[in-house]
């Protein structure tokens, strides 16, 4: 079974920077999709970062674009998110997710089609 595993939560200030880390299971083999998400209370998942690994297309979602940024170990199948400039509404839940690949070129930010999620890791962004 695939398993999928974020770590690098924590409180960060304003504008500050911090750095995500997902890593998934070996039993996630061949061709895949690796995407980020992010629920904070009260609001709806949004999808942050979407990544097709044979793909050299990074995928954001325009409220992060030019802020965060992807990372891949392609041999570890880690894929890291750096997310710089920070502000209070990037506070939520951060969750990894793995899925097929070609999910990222059709509506991957509704999160439908990633088969396999992380139990998350809060982000809180303080003033």
């Known amino acids: 079974q695939v398993q999928v595993v974020e770590s690098g939560g924590g409180v960060v200030h304003s504008g500050g920077s911090l750095t995500l880390s997902c890593t998934a299971s070996e039993s996630l083999t061949g061709d895949f999709a690796m995407g980020w998400f992010r629920q904070a209370p009260g609001k709806e998942r949004e999808g942050v970062s979407c990544?097709?690994?044979?793909?050299?297309?990074?995928h954001y979602a325009n409220s992060v674009k030019d802020r965060f940024s992807l990372s891949r170990d392609n041999v570890g199948r880690m894929l890291a998110l750096l997310m710089t400039s920070l502000k209070l509404e990037d506070s939520a839940m951060y969750y990894c997710a793995a899925g097929a690949p070609g999910i990222c070129s059709a509506s991957w930010q509704d999160g439908v089609g990633f088969d396999h999620w992380g139990q998350g890791t809060q982000v809180t962004v303080s003033s």
């Open positions: 990544v097709t690994w044979s793909s050299p297309i990074d």
